[in-house]
DNA sequence: CCATCTGTAACAAGATAGGTTACATGTCTT
DNA sequence: AAGACATGTAACCTATCTTGTTACAGATGG
């Protein structure tokens, strides 16, 4: 696979609980991110960890929110997700000998830094909430269809 | 493995063609960079598409520059190994239907793009030169000693 | 007791950079 | 012309990482 979708799922997630259900099964999430239950579990232990979810065993149990999504940054759920690396360029080795390799390693992890800093200063001060405004702007009614299913029935069992 | 090192890696030997070559064969490119004279020939293709270096084939063949270090940009280098994909996260999906996903990547594009833009912009501005001119500080000399021999055989024959 | 969940380990799949082997082609020396 | 030397390139393997899948243990409530 290519690219690290974790961040973007979790996100995902965490706008349609908050709007959509009360309580949902790693079941009924894993339909929506188009994916398994024991994906949906793995990422989301680390929001359990951080406390950004809360998750219950047995009958009746599943996931739902700890907190409001304008107390979560999109930084809260990186760093959530165990921080995976943002750039998919780099050295070549961690210390080299050569002192035209250093210098160059030096220049070039400036621009990275720079950019990085960049990148999880954005990340800090967007919140989940911001981003769920964003999606009212674009669907007005508060409703998203296409899996309009599961909605409904968890609307209806919930 | 795990990130692209293919701009470090040409920098890194650029820079070593201008101060210490005038002709370097894949062979010894490839003791330079730890690594196979195929691995060199593969990447350092696309600099000679884009003219930044020449090949010659045959009996006292090998790489050269085209252009001097000041004349080419790390932009330039990035683009000539095929812009490789810079950030390692991002959307799961292409063009997600859910609003909620639309929503959701739309903002983290945003933030993307913003760092891509600054990081391209570094890219721009920043010559090999400059990098090279940084070595010169770190090495008052101007001779790295950690090949030393490969160095020295070729200044020899060359 | 049993259905329903999460928690987790273990392993397979898919993608990509990099390493390796093999061979064709071009070029200089003798 | 022969042969050494060097690039050009295809083909295949390896390493690593995210994701997908199966299997099973443990918790919870009817
Ligand atoms: S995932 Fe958004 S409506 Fe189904
Ligand atoms: S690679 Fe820099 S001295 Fe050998």
Redesign the pocket.
């Known amino acids: 696979?290519?690219?690290?979708?974790?961040l973007s799922?979790m996100l995902h997630v965490l706008i349609h609980m908050d709007r959509h259900y009360k309580r949902?099964?790693?079941?009924t999430?894993s339909k929506m991110?188009?994916?398994?239950?024991?994906?949906?579990?793995?990422?989301?232990?680390g929001l359990?960890d951080f406390g950004y979810v809360r998750?219950?065993?047995?009958?009746?149990?599943?996931?739902e929110l700890a907190r409001g999504l304008d107390q979560i940054t999109l930084l809260d759920i990186y760093e959530a997700i165990g921080k995976?690396?943002l750039f998919?360029i780099g050295p070549?080795v961690d210390q080299p000998e050569c002192l035209v390799e250093q210098a160059v390693d030096a220049k070039l992890g400036d621009a990275l830094k720079e950019a990085e800093a960049l990148l999880l200063e954005r990340f800090r001060t967007v919140t989940i909430a911001d981003i769920a405004a964003d999606f009212d702007r674009r669907m007005p009614e508060g409703q998203c269809n296409i899996h309009g299913n599961i909605h409904a029935e968890q609307s209806a069992s919930g």
Do not use: F, K, Y
């Open positions: 696979m290519r690219r690290d979708s974790r799922r949902a099964t790693s079941e999430i991110l188009c994916t398994n239950a024991v994906v949906v579990r793995r990422t989301m232990a359990r998750s219950e065993q047995g009958h009746g149990g599943g996931w995976p690396p998919a070549s």
